[in-house]
């Protein structure tokens, strides 16, 4: 009967992927990508969580199952230009573009009309954000 080595787990958490790969084949494990998450913290492709922890004992070849960042939950956003409507249709508009309407502010105009949007934030346009806020 063959008897496998035993090795101790490195730490690759917060390493890139690839890096991950090469500091546990070098320890004699497997690299066992077992989920993907978005983290405010960690950048895109590297290592969030790893099992077992580094320092375990475990025998070689072994999976070491890691979870890799998606990085930040950014999106682009388009945001409808609002500017010039009656609120009541801004609200459909927002709510057809999956967006929420924030904080609205009133104010007297001598031109225009009431409930209807002068100004808008953000402006109109693509945007990265992590709010769904207009």
Not at 3 to 11: A, R
Not at 16 to 28: P, V
Not at 44 to 63: C, F, H, L, W, Y
Request: charged share 25%; net charge negative.
């Amino acid at each position: 009967m063959f008897d496998v080595s035993d090795t101790v787990v490195p730490s690759v958490i917060g390493d890139e992927l690839y890096i991950a790969q090469e500091i546990l084949y070098d320890a004699g494990l497997k690299i066992y990508v077992s989920g993907e998450e978005f983290d405010e913290r960690i950048s895109r492709n590297k290592i969030i969580t790893q099992d077992p922890a580094s320092g375990a004992k475990v025998k070689m070849n072994r999976e070491v199952y890691v979870v890799v960042s998606k990085g930040s939950k950014v999106m682009a956003l388009n945001i409808p230009d609002l500017k010039n409507k009656e609120l009541k249709e801004a609200t459909v508009i927002i709510e057809e573009f999956g967006l929420i309407l924030g904080r609205i502010t009133y104010t007297n105009h001598f031109t225009v009309p009431k409930d209807v949007v002068i100004t808008q934030n953000p402006e109109p346009g693509n945007i990265n954000s992590n709010s769904k806020k207009c």
